[in-house]
């Protein structure tokens, strides 16, 4: 191509553009940005991604062999009762989570805080040996809390783990219960749910009573097991509001502070509601009925009554609380 033929055409786009009337030039962070399909990913914080990316594998690959038979243990006991089922859940939460910030996370230059995390690290590490060592498996999924805020801070810095503060106490809703605690609070649970379930059916016309946690209604008793206390719920709920909450980004503090308090009420009204369920279908269907498929879906009803009120509760305080007028901010 000769001079005169570039400068041509040159020439004929620049024409074209004058008929096509002012344009706007992207500027370069938007320019050098694609769809990573969370939203446009400016230049740099890609490459820095690119940059930590072999020390983030080796960190990843580190983790997954320290903990990969603390996985399989939740997996194969605690992950399959009632109280802990939920584990699963919060776990591909969180690191879904993670996963939508991580060009957040490596946008910047790292500035690692070796101290900071060398000693995080060191109580991960301490916490992860003696309840391995000792079969604690309370320490155990605890420690991973504190070696991937460690981790953080060696590979990026400071400004890293307050972005990724969130995903990493929301782990804490991974930890199981210990026994005693479970106990403690499960006996006063199941009486209390007892007494407003006896209370609400004897006042609308049934002919029920109550010993202890056993409710008798006409020719049946039945117990209050420990899976309708409302632990298990309670701890589920607590965890997929504070995420609803996460999601959504109020700027109202108000706003999110009574929304994770109503939640407790929320599932002891939601309990309530599952075992006058149970209790109904048992005296109008007999016992059968109220042990089988009616069971599981009093399990259903429970979370469709926790998650109809969760979003009651929180237009009302978006109505009546909410101070900054529903701004959400940027996740």
């Not at 992860?128 to 991973?144: C, H, K, L, N, T």
């Not at 810095?157 to 995903?167: E, M, S």
């Amino acid at each position: 191509m000769n001079m005169a033929e570039a400068f041509g055409g040159e020439f004929h786009l620049l024409h074209n553009a004058r008929r096509a009337g002012p344009q706007t030039h992207p500027t370069p962070m938007t320019a050098s940005a694609h769809n990573s399909g969370t939203g446009l990913v400016p230049l740099h914080a890609r490459l820095g991604l690119r940059r930590a990316l072999p020390a983030l594998i080796v960190f990843l690959l580190v983790f997954g062999l320290m903990y990969a038979e603390t996985y399989l243990y939740l997996a194969h006991s605690v992950w399959t009762t009632d109280e802990q089922g939920h584990g699963p859940l919060i776990l591909g939460a969180s690191a879904w989570l993670l996963w939508t910030k991580r060009y957040e996370l490596f946008a910047d230059d790292p500035q690692p805080a070796p101290w900071a995390g060398s000693s995080l690290m060191v109580i991960g590490v301490a916490l992860f040996v003696v309840g391995r060592s000792q079969s604690v498996i309370e320490a155990e999924a605890f420690s991973q809390i504190w070696v991937l805020a460690g981790g953080l801070l060696l590979l990026q810095g400071k400004r890293a783990l307050r972005l990724a503060w969130f995903p990493l106490l929301f782990l804490l809703f991974l930890v199981p219960l210990p026994g005693a605690l479970v106990q403690a609070i499960t006996l006063p649970l199941k009486s209390a749910v007892s007494v407003v379930a006896e209370e609400f059916l004897y006042q609308v016309g049934y002919p029920i009573a109550r010993t202890g946690v056993t409710l008798t209604i006409g020719q049946y008793h039945l117990l209050v097991a420990d899976a309708c206390s409302g632990l298990n719920s309670l701890f589920t709920l607590e965890a997929l509001g504070l995420l609803y909450m996460n999601l959504m980004n109020y700027q109202s503090r108000a706003r999110n502070v009574l929304l994770a308090i109503l939640i407790v009420p929320i599932s002891f009204i939601s309990n309530v509601t599952r075992v006058i369920i149970l209790v109904l279908i048992t005296y109008h269907l007999g016992d059968e009925a109220g042990q089988g498929f009616a069971h599981d879906f009093a399990g259903m009803v429970l979370f469709v009554v926790a998650l109809v009120l969760t979003y009651g509760c929180d237009r009302l305080l978006g109505r009546f609380v909410d101070d900054k007028g529903g701004v959400r901010g940027h996740r």
